[in-house]
């Protein structure tokens, strides 16, 4: 509906509560005569009389009545509508998407996210775990988490964690089985744990960088492939084999003596993880919130 329309139908309906154009006018911050001439532009244009006007009392028409009775409380309802939507700058509320990895929910949100909920209670928060390149705005998701030299030029984007270093593991009881690597060539000889990555087209290759700064970055081979870091963390714990994970994400199994890392002279470090979304307009309070706490502060 055309917005002189809109104006047009709150006039009329105010003046049709109120029973005088003095009483809509001063409600509506307008003049007296200014409010007639729009009245009767609605009468005008609709080609029925919605109202009768005396010197003294305004009362509705049969056809004004009805109109009063129709569509008073839909305005009424829109306008309701409108104020709690607006309420919403205020008081952040409503549910976010986030597309993600296993490694980016355990090392970046889990540790910020309770809290976060417990400061807005009205957020409702969906982080969907995925390894693939995503389209955000085809799968309509809020934003998703990449590393640094993934994000693609035209997205938004916001640091949410450091560095990554990531890191070849094992379990004391495969060492006792088979000797540690001492350079990534020798891997051919391990029982590797590979991760599949959608968006690659096959596993995801372990990279390292030499002493003197060369990157280097094989296929492994080994009886198991996962879909997920936590997964292939787990089956090192377990002694299937060598995982290729970030380094934080194996650390407290390393310090309690679950998993050794190897290799630790060519572990290579990337960019840390990013949020991307599409634009800088027209977030929602709810997003801008939760950009903010997961924002990363070194």
Same mark, same amino acid.
């Given at each position: 509906?055309?917005?002189?329309?809109?104006n047009?139908m709150?006039?009329?309906?105010?003046v049709?509560?109120?029973r005088s154009?003095?009483r809509?006018?001063?409600?509506l911050?307008?003049?007296?005569?200014?409010?007639s001439?729009?009245?009767?532009?609605?009468?005008?244009?609709?080609?029925?009389?919605?109202?009768?006007?005396?010197?003294?009392n305004?009362?509705?028409?049969?056809?004004?009545?009805?109109l009063l009775?129709?569509?008073g409380?839909l305005?009424?309802?829109?306008?309701?509508e409108?104020?709690?939507?607006t309420?919403?700058?205020?008081?952040?509320?409503g /549910?976010l998407r986030i597309?993600?990895?296993? !490694? +980016? @929910?355990?090392l970046?949100?889990?540790?910020?996210?309770?809290?976060? #909920?417990?400061k807005?209670?009205?957020i409702?928060?969906?982080?969907s775990?995925?390894?693939?390149?995503?389209?955000?705005?085809?799968?309509?998701?809020?934003?998703?988490v990449?590393?640094?030299?993934?994000v693609?030029?035209?997205m938004?984007a916001t640091?949410?964690g450091?560095?990554?270093?990531?890191?070849?593991?094992?379990s004391?009881d495969y060492?006792d089985?088979?000797p540690?690597?001492?350079?990534?060539?020798?891997?051919g000889?391990?029982?590797?744990?590979?991760?599949?990555?959608?968006?690659?087209?096959?596993?995801?290759?372990?990279?390292?960088?030499?002493?003197?700064?060369?990157?280097v970055?094989?296929?492994?081979?080994g009886?198991?492939?996962? /879909?997920?870091?936590?997964?292939?963390?787990? !089956? +090192? @714990?377990?002694?299937?084999?060598?995982?290729?994970?970030?380094?934080? #994400?194996?650390?407290?199994?390393?310090e309690?003596?679950?998993?050794?890392?190897?290799l630790?002279?060519?572990?290579?470090?990337?960019?840390?993880?990013y949020l991307?979304?599409?634009?800088r307009?027209?977030?929602?309070?709810?997003?801008a919130?939760?950009?903010?706490?997961m924002?990363?502060r070194?």
């Open positions: 509906m055309p917005r002189d329309h809109i047009e709150t006039a009329f309906l105010t049709a509560r109120e154009f003095t809509a006018a001063a409600e911050g307008v003049t007296p005569s200014a409010l001439h729009t009245v009767r532009g609605l009468e005008e244009r609709l080609g029925l009389r919605l109202l009768s006007r005396t010197t003294r305004v009362a509705t028409t049969d056809a004004g009545e009805r009775r129709r569509v409380p305005l009424e309802q829109v306008s309701a409108l104020d709690l939507i309420s919403l700058r205020e008081k952040p509320a /549910s597309t993600c990895t296993d !490694a +980016a @929910i355990e970046v949100f889990r540790p910020k996210l309770a809290e976060f #909920l417990r807005y209670p009205d409702h928060v969906e982080l775990m995925d390894y693939a390149f995503v389209d955000i705005v085809t799968e309509r998701f809020d934003a998703g990449r590393i640094g030299e993934s693609e030029k035209d938004c640091r949410i450091p560095d990554w270093r990531f890191c070849v593991i094992g004391p060492f089985r088979c540690a690597p001492v350079m990534p060539r020798e891997l000889n391990h029982n590797c744990i590979n991760m599949r990555m959608t968006t690659a087209g096959g596993n995801l290759r372990w990279e390292f960088r030499e002493p003197k700064g060369r990157e970055a094989l296929r492994v081979s009886q198991t492939t996962f /879909s997920n870091s936590m997964l292939v963390l787990g !089956a +090192a @714990i377990d002694g299937i084999g060598l995982g290729y994970v970030p380094y934080d #994400l194996a650390k407290p199994y390393i309690a003596g679950k998993l050794m890392e190897v630790s002279d060519w572990s290579l470090e990337c960019e840390g993880p991307y979304y599409p634009s307009r027209l977030h929602s309070p709810a997003f919130a939760f950009v903010e706490a924002r990363y070194s």
